[in-house]
């Protein structure tokens, strides 16, 4: 089969690859969509980081596709349904997973990503364990599964921390740096289960925020604001969320950008990560109380609320996403993915 393979940064390759065996625990799965995320990019330009220990690696780590094959032990009833991969694999004996923080996993892999071959393949075998079956309304979402975790992710852990500093506090400002994938779909899960707060969103390619507003204006059951840089409110938000992320045509990072707008006593979520150094002013931020909460992929206890997020998330889906052939990925994906994103939110490859 082909295959694509990240051996290095700027080296990536199409190869023929045997198609793989499966084990009685997993299935088969022809794969059909697979974002190419900022992570995947960032990591061939600047990288490799994340990926560093497991190269060379098939990347990929938001994808799904249609199960063609199921191991001895899995219900042959699986073929032929439509499913999108849960990445993260987690030993579930170690101290972190015994305290449900499985994404501090001491024996972590991750699809695409850490460890374990991901969706830039014909095929790819998974464990049983790590696919979700989507319903017919739900197959635009594939490569939404993933970030939708991640977003899920953030909401709990910054509304838990900042309950847990300021239990009386009824409603709250949220600031979004980054309407990518992660930061729309955190705006959508924190509307959905806190309709209390205030959010606004920004980003810096004002195109993707015209984009957004298309789409979410046209369904009135959200109410996020779509703000610009110039009229962001210094020191008025509780919690500022980072998705952004490095982003080299950036005056200044985002984390470091979005302490200024950080209320006393407020959190900064970093949630994305940067490949080079950051300058945080501490005098400023230990007396403004100010903290920082850093959130990393998903804890698997979250997927049992998909069923119920999905069933809210009431957007079309294909209006935010960008689709190139998998046969033009090497020549244009990943440059796409890195020069053309103010072009779209979410950039697929359709297998
Ligand atoms: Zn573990």
């Known amino acids: 089969m082909k295959a694509i393979r990240f051996y290095d940064k700027n080296d ?9 065996d499966l084990d009685k625990n997993e299935v088969l799965i ?37 199960i063609v094959k199921v191991g001895e032990k899995v219900d042959k009833n699986l073929i032929g349904k439509w499913v999108s991969v849960l990445p993260l694999i987690s030993c579930g004996k170690c101290s972190y997973c015994k305290a449900g923080y499985d994404n501090l996993c001491n024996n972590l892999k991750y699809y695409g990503l850490i ?16 696919i979700f079956v989507l319903d017919k309304n739900n197959i635009d979402k594939t490569t939404f599964i993933e970030p939708l975790l991640i977003a899920m992710n953030i909401f709990d852990e910054a509304t838990s921390r900042y309950k847990y500093k300021f239990p009386n506090k009824n409603s709250m400002n949220i600031l979004i740096l980054g309407a990518g994938a992660i930061g729309f779909l955190t705006s959508l899960v924190w509307n959905i289960f806190r309709k209390e707060d205030n959010i606004f969103i920004n980003d810096l390619f004002l195109s993707r925020l015209e984009k957004l507003k298309d789409v979410m204006i046209l369904n009135s ?12 409110k210094r020191e008025h938000f509780d919690i500022v969320i980072d998705t952004a992320g490095f982003e080299p045509l950036a005056f200044e990072p985002a984390i470091q950008e979005g302490f200024k707008y950080l209320s006393r006593g407020g959190c900064l979520v970093s949630a994305s990560l940067y490949y080079n150094r950051i300058e945080l002013n501490q005098g400023e931020i230990l007396l403004n109380s100010r903290s920082i909460l850093t959130t990393i992929f998903y804890r698997k206890q979250l997927i049992r609320n998909l069923p119920e997020v999905l069933s809210k998330l009431k957007l079309d889906f294909s209006k935010v ?18 020069i053309d994103k103010e072009e779209f939110i979410r950039l697929e490859v359709e297998c």
């Open 12 to 20: 990536i390759r199409l190869e023929d690859i045997p198609i793989p």
């Open 30 to 66: 022809k794969v059909k969509k697979v974002a190419i995320t900022q992570t995947l990019a960032n990591e061939y330009f600047y990288g490799p980081y994340i990926t560093k220990q497991s190269l060379p690696l098939i990347p990929g780590h938001s994808f799904g596709g249609i």
């Open 115 to 130: 460890k374990q071959d991901g969706g830039l393949a014909e095929y790819v075998k998974v464990n049983i364990d790590n």
């Open 221 to 232: 059951v959200y109410n996020i604001n779509f703000i610009e840089k110039e009229y962001i």
């Open 321 to 338: 996403i960008s689709k190139i052939d998998m046969k033009d990925v090497l020549s244009k994906g990943f440059y796409k993915a890195h």
